[in-house]
Nanobody
């Protein structure tokens, strides 16, 4: 399995960005997918996770109401729409698929300027 991320970039505080991830694999299994981030000086944290059934969604408390995760199961993609971005949202965002063992994308930078 390979996860390829796109999007991200630089935006002013209050702005919006989108990050997307495509899972390249040959299997038909469906797994939980989501986004983690690592900010400078901090450990990696889960930002938004979408369950394999598309019903169970979990958000980091600080992004609730601002970020929205969505999936396209036919295209094996997961998206994270980030609105009302804050400087503290700055970090490297990683796509994750809960295969066994888990699979990580290479990471994509999101920078929110003050």
């Amino acid at each position: 399995v390979q996860l390829v991320e796109s999007g991200g970039g630089l935006v002013q505080a209050g702005g919006s960005l989108n990050v997307s991830c495509v899972a390249f694999d040959d299997g038909s299994m469906v797994y939980d997918m989501g986004w983690y981030r690592q900010s400078p000086g901090k450990g990696r944290e889960a930002v938004a996770i979408s369950g394999w059934d598309g019903e169970r969604i979990i958000y980091l408390d600080s992004v609730k109401g601002r970020f929205t995760i969505s999936r396209d199961f036919t295209k094996k993609t997961v998206h994270l729409q980030m609105n009302r971005l804050r400087h503290e949202d700055t970090g490297n965002y990683y796509c994750y698929e809960d295969t066994s063992p888990g699979t990580w994308g290479q990471g994509i930078q999101v920078t929110v300027s003050t």
